[in-house]
């Protein structure tokens, strides 16, 4: 497998997270009734948001330096 091709995966699966932790962050909003969240809805929507945040900055960065690689700007 070349450094593209593996590139290519981890890109792949950084996005497949991204997606699954945005899903998560959609739900737990969906699941918020009423005017007033409780401070736990708010905790749990604040950790969550955060989790979506990392793996949404991890995707980024592997599709920048698989952009790199493809473009041949980068030694990867």
Known sequence: MTQIQLLREECLAALEHYAHEAQKTCELLGDVEGAA????????????????????????????????????????
Do not use: I
Not at 41 to 52: G, K, P
């Open 37 to 76: 969240p409780s401070l736990d809805q708010l905790l749990s929507v604040s950790a969550q948001t955060q989790c979506e945040d990392n793996a949404l900055e991890s995707y980024l960065l592997l599709r920048q330096r698989l952009f790199d690689a493809w473009n041949g700007s980068s030694s990867f």
